[in-house]
């Protein structure tokens, strides 16, 4: 199945990994549901993804995140003793589950207790790409007084080496000199 993209592509920009992102997950075959997981929302930025891995140790299991991808990967190994069951509803087969992390979302930490395993997911935004204000000059040319003393303070700061500013500043209040950035 193909989704067409253009019309968020018209009124949007950057989202073409969303675009790989459905592709992806439309390709993928349906996953088995085992082990049981929620994920948790706890603000903005912090998420808890929670699975039901009993019968594993820390050392049985695996996270490893590659490519904006988080993958969990449990591996029983064989049992000392050969025990005879009678009846197993535990399940401790081995499993890999695949999430898919947003950009510049990082895994902090895990925890195994009581045979539940926690993920800790926080989204950290660079200050890049936190809203800034853009100041807007306009088009307009000062006049008056203020456009002398802009002048002046440009002079000043524009002036070539080894001239005192206020040399520079008094040779450029004057009617104009060549070099003055008037």
Do not use: W
């Not at 695949?98 to 993920?119: M, P, Q, S, Y």
């Not at 809203?131 to 088009?139: M, Q």
């Amino acid at each position: 199945m193909a989704y067409d993209f253009a019309p968020l592509f018209r009124s949007a920009i950057g989202f073409d990994r969303l675009a790989q992102l459905v592709d992806t997950a439309t390709q993928n075959p349906v996953s088995s549901s085992y082990p049981p997981y929620n994920i948790e929302k706890l603000s903005d930025a912090q998420y808890t993804l929670t699975m039901a891995v009993a019968g594993f140790g820390p050392d049985d299991i695996e996270l490893t995140v590659q490519d904006n991808t988080l993958i969990v990967a449990g591996r029983v190994g064989e049992p000392a003793q050969e025990r005879e069951m009678l009846y197993r509803g535990i399940a401790t087969r081995a499993f890999e589950r695949r999430f898919v992390l947003a950009d510049h979302v990082v895994v902090e930490k895990a925890d195994l207790t009581n045979g539940l395993l926690r993920i800790a997911v926080r989204q950290i935004v660079p200050e890049a790409l936190k809203p800034r204000r853009i100041p807007i000059s306009s088009g307009r040319s000062v006049t008056g007084q203020d456009a002398t003393a802009e002048a002046r303070t440009e002079a000043v700061e524009t002036q070539p080496e080894g001239i005192a500013p206020h040399v520079a500043a008094a040779a450029c209040a004057s009617p104009p000199v060549a070099g003055c950035a008037l």
